[in-house]
């Protein structure tokens, strides 16, 4: 209706519109782009990125969740890949490649079927019938472990370890051990037979110098400060902790009062008093029965020399969460005041040293009264090392608690997608019509972690899936490649590679939700950016 000629403005001025299956296509290829990225550091053969951020700070990682956080993402449909790794890694903190791999390769799929002119609606119809029937298919692949047992979890957790950090068998083992190790301490049974456990249960302190293999598991706490007065001993056994937050510190006033000193006995009045008082603080901490004592802020240099005469090994400034933990460790409480320390607020442990790590010292607090408490010590020549140790290990702490939480595994190695992709075309036989198709190319899209693992291993990535599918149609359901020979096994569950269920359940689910969200999307409305 030309009628009237006036233009109606629905948007403000500068914005940018994109519809229909111009969106749609520029989404697509946004996140495809972003998942391609990932592509070569899938597996144990995966390589590593270096990314530079706009401090020219380096990190040197394979882990995908790293990767994409520490990458300044622009476009929107990419950023919602970004929300897959970050959502991948917080409900089980692995399988974040995967994830992100998958979502890239359903997309690429749903692309060909626009081309052959199939509606987005069917398409999502068809990816969300497929991903209901995925997870019934998983919980049929998977079998049940014993939650407790170190030989099964040592599978898994390798699994895991290899592909990550490629230290060699000697300390990939030694990490896996370790990381068992500190999961069993933490874990509490639940009532089902199950355990659980959180994460940070297992503190993790990094020590730069030595080396990788002499990364070490504590039964305790380990803090990263040292005793702070040379005249206090430096091993104390049955050790009765006060933990402070206070300062042992005379206040000083918050306004600077003039003080009007006329003589030398009146400075020295002055700094006795304030040395009075510390000492009665100080007189106070020992009399409760205390040994040592951990502060969260400083401790005046008198207080210092007074605590020494008595005996007491101090450290002061220890973070918050390092006095929480030690807390729960010792069984002491914190006490924000001298005044109201008492002797059951003390906690207990064994023994507390100060160790001489590379150049620095540490304290260690062992055979705490809580014998839950653990914290694996982290030695590395630099930064960067350490930083992709502490990933791996806290990679396979989520993964021993996947397992212990639910005690299910499914076979790696793409033997799980196989079977999946398998029994997914079955299915889409008997869906029929133009869905078949679009769950047909879900099917075809899980295939992608297969090809790629085999073509890592340097084999012919479609040479490889066509006799894996042969192998799965004859009834082999854990046939899978072994990435580190390329050669194809008919049971990744006793060849050692073996993953949580949980972490391929969600994987699947957060990659299929994520391409579907995308799909549904015709419309862009982007605001003009600010000017700066
Ligand atoms: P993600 O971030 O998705 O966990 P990874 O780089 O850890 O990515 O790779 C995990 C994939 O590598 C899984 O599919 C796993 O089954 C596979 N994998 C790990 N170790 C091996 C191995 N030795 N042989 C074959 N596949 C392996």
Known sequence: MAMYGIPVLVLKEGTRRTIGREALRGNIAAARALAEVLRTSLGPRGLDKMLVDSFGDVTVTN???????????????????????????????????????????????AEELLDQNIHPSIIIEGYTKALRESLKILSDIAYKVKPTDRESLKKVVMTTISSKYIGGNVISNKL?????????????????????????????????????????????????KEVVHPGMPRRIEDAKIALLDAALEVEKPEITAKINITSPELIKAFLDEEANLLKEMVEKIAATGANVVICQKGIDEVAQHFLAKKGIMAVRRVKRSDLEKLERASGGKIVSSVRDLKPEDLGYAKLVEERRIGNDKMVFIEGCKNPKAVTILIRGANDMVMDEIERSLKDALNVLRNVMKAPKIVPGGGAVEIELATRLREFAAKVGGKEQLAIEAFASAIEEIPLILAESSGKDPLETLMKLRQLHSEGKKYAGIDVVTGEIRENMIEHNVIEPLLVKESMVKTAAEAAITILKIDDIIAASPVKK
């Open 63 to 109: 882990d995908g969740a790293t990767i994409v956080k520490e990458m300044e993402v622009q476009h929107p449909a990419a950023k919602l890949l970004v929300e897959v790794a970050k959502a991948q890694d917080a409900e089980v903190g692995d399988g974040t490649t995967s994830a992100v791999v998958l979502a890239g390769a359903f997309l690429a799929k």
């Open 176 to 224: 896996a051990d370790m990381t068992i190790e500190a999961a069993l301490t933490v874990a509490e049974p639940r009532e089902d037979g199950t355990y659980d456990f959180r994460t940070d249960d297992v503190k993790i302190e990094k020590k730069k110098g030595g080396n990788v293999i002499d990364t070490q598991l504590i039964k305790g706490i380990v803090i990263d």
